[in-house]
């Protein structure tokens, strides 16, 4: 019995099937990789920008508007840990009324904050990019979006798919 190829089946090599290309050298597809470069982007941004705005930014007296508690319990391993959605709002100096959320985590009756008058900071240039004072501390969380951040921006840049 004749083998497969010599029957008239041609003889496939699996290393280069792909356009001749090994698949080793092969580009991945490039939406993919700017999207996750984007992504990666946004995240660094974010968390570059955050800790940063109490040095680039104005300071505002805000209102923290609604406190709203999300969903049950967080499945944490220290129990009675909720998620709280906190909406604020502040004034700039043109009048205009800006309104701004955040997520906070809490105990079963109590986000850790109150309603009321809490400090604001905001880039004058565009006021929509926005933290309470709480939350542009440099902590272990922003390390976390910036490292995350510059390695999907790395992962997205080599763009060669591993075989």
């Known amino acids: 019995m004749e083998p497969a190829h010599a029957q008239g089946i041609p003889k496939i090599n699996l290393r280069t099937a792909n356009n001749g290309m090994p698949k080793a050298h092969q580009k991945s597809p ?4 700017v999207v996750v470069f984007v992504v990666g982007l946004l995240l660094t941004i974010y968390g570059a920008v955050i800790p940063l705005l109490p040095f680039i930014g104005e300071r505002a007296s805000g ?4 406190i709203r508690r999300e ?15 906190v909406g604020y709002e502040f004034p700039l100096p043109d009048g205009r009324i800006i309104a701004g959320n955040t ?11 109150s309603r009321g008058r809490s400090g604001v900071y ?16 440099f902590d272990f969380g922003k390390i976390a979006l910036l490292a995350a951040g510059i390695l999907l921006c790395f992962a997205s840049s ?5 075989s």
């Open 30 to 33: 490039l939406l993919p990789r």
């Open 63 to 66: 209102e923290i508007t609604v």
């Open 71 to 85: 969903l049950g319990d967080r499945q944490d391993p220290r129990p009675n840990r909720y998620s709280y959605s």
């Open 103 to 113: 997520k906070t985590i809490g105990s079963a009756m109590s986000a850790g904050m």
């Open 122 to 137: 905001y880039l004058p240039a565009l006021p929509y990019v926005n933290a309470l004072e709480k939350d542009t501390t």
């Open 158 to 162: 080599r763009g060669r798919v591993k």
